[in-house]
């Protein structure tokens, strides 16, 4: 079994900061890219960031020279770095993780139960 826990969300101030962190546990044999996904009440699921083996990272043009992603290999863990922060990123924020469980097998995607981010005064 994969388990990813998220932490780190909250209410914070418009031009605030969070960051989030998702950290997988289990038994697996690979863990390949890792990302952050949110959706907002009444929105379809959008991507927020992610991140490869190779540090490669995609960010979503919204949130592109605010939020950051990074991954800490040894921990299995996934952050995103989150300033400047609007009201319109208000959201659910949901890890996401491609994982290999066994040599041989294909790759499964993982996702954790997603935390709360609200910005508001």
């Not at 907002?40 to 927020?48: F, I, S």
């Not at 990272?57 to 921990?75: L, M, Q």
């Not at 491609?98 to 935390?115: I, K």
Request: aromatic content about 10%; proline content about 3%; hydrophobic content about 35%.
């Amino acid at each position: 079994q994969v388990q990813l826990v998220e932490s780190g969300g909250g209410l914070v101030q418009p031009g605030g900061s969070l960051r989030l962190s998702c950290a997988a546990s289990g038994s697996f044999f690979e863990l390949n890219t890792m990302g952050w996904y949110r959706q907002a009440p009444g929105k379809q699921r959008e991507l927020v960031a992610t991140i490869d083996t190779g540090r490669n990272t995609n960010i979503a043009s919204s949130v592109a020279g605010r939020f950051t992603i990074s991954r800490d290999f040894h921990k299995n863990t996934v952050y995103v770095q989150m300033n400047s922060l609007r009201p319109e990123d208000t959201a659910v924020y949901s890890c996401n993780a491609r994982v290999r469980v066994e040599f041989g097998m294909p790759f499964n995607e993982y996702w954790g139960q997603g935390t709360q981010v609200t910005v508001s005064s």
